[in-house]
């Protein structure tokens, strides 16, 4: 079912982090993708079916999804009329940084967006 979105806005944070904003996706079927990135994303409305690693999972309003970078995912209705939703996608490289003193990496984010 083709997406129709109201409102789409992707801003660069800098250090190849992004944040996206899309509202009112209308009638959603996101097919099945993966993402170069960590992704957080908060839906701010509408409840959803999540599939992932061979498991379906309803994830409401207000609750936040974490995919991992290469994770194949994808996502319907609930039943609802459309989708808000915010996420962060945070690059492998920006996930990680220094230790002043003895300079080892240390995780400091576990996240993933669509593969464009």
């Not at 509202?23 to 959603?28: A, D, F, N, Q, S």
Request: charged share 20%; aromatic share 6%; net charge negative.
């Amino acid at each position: 079912m083709p997406e129709q979105i109201r409102s789409l806005s992707t801003i660069n944070l800098g250090g190849s982090i992004n944040a996206i904003h899309a509202e009112h996706i209308l009638r959603y079927s996101i097919e099945p993708h993966w993402h170069e990135e960590f992704a957080v994303g908060l839906i701010d409305s509408s409840d959803v079916q999540f599939n992932h690693d061979g498991k379906t999972e309803h994830i409401a309003t207000d609750n936040v999804v974490i995919d991992n970078p290469g994770e194949v995912h994808s996502a319907d209705d609930f039943g609802a009329s459309s989708l808000s939703f915010r996420m962060v996608c945070i690059s492998r490289k920006a996930a990680f940084v220094k230790w002043s003193r003895n300079e080892r990496s240390c995780p400091v984010a576990s996240a993933s967006l669509k593969q464009c």
